[in-house]
């Protein structure tokens, strides 16, 4: 069984940076996308960014430029590096891995930009 544990959340200001990662225990294969999804008070869930097992990577639009994902397979950790945040990044953060056959998702981790 898969287990994925998120940290590194909290309160920042505007302009400030967090990173977040995601400890993934059990049989997890490198050749399997892991991702980073959001949600917002009264909002969907929404995907933030995205590796597949060759290492390509896809954003968010909102996104882009500002944070970068990463992937550490010895250590089954990914990783979400975020700067110059902003309010609307402020949301709950989830760590996701998906086979195919199965879908798995962390308990999230609260991220809140503030003044």
């Known amino acids: 069984q898969v287990q994925l544990v998120e940290s590194g959340g909290g309160l920042v200001q505007p302009g400030g940076s967090l990173r977040l990662s995601c400890a993934a225990s059990?049989?997890?294969?490198?050749?399997?996308?892991m991702g980073w999804y959001r949600q917002a008070p009264g909002k969907e869930r929404e995907l933030v960014a995205l590796?597949?097992?060759?290492?390509?990577?896809t954003y968010a639009d909102s996104v882009k430029g500002r944070f970068t994902i990463s992937r550490d397979n010895a250590k089954n950790t990914l990783y979400l590096q975020m700067n110059s945040l902003k309010p609307e990044d402020t949301a709950v953060y989830y760590c996701?891995?998906?086979?195919?056959?199965?879908?798995?998702w962390g308990q999230g981790t609260q991220v809140t930009v503030s003044s």
């Open positions: 996701n891995y998906y086979t195919g056959m199965n879908d798995y």
């Open positions: 590796i597949r097992g060759g290492g390509s990577t």
């Open positions: 059990g049989v997890i294969s490198s050749f399997y996308p």
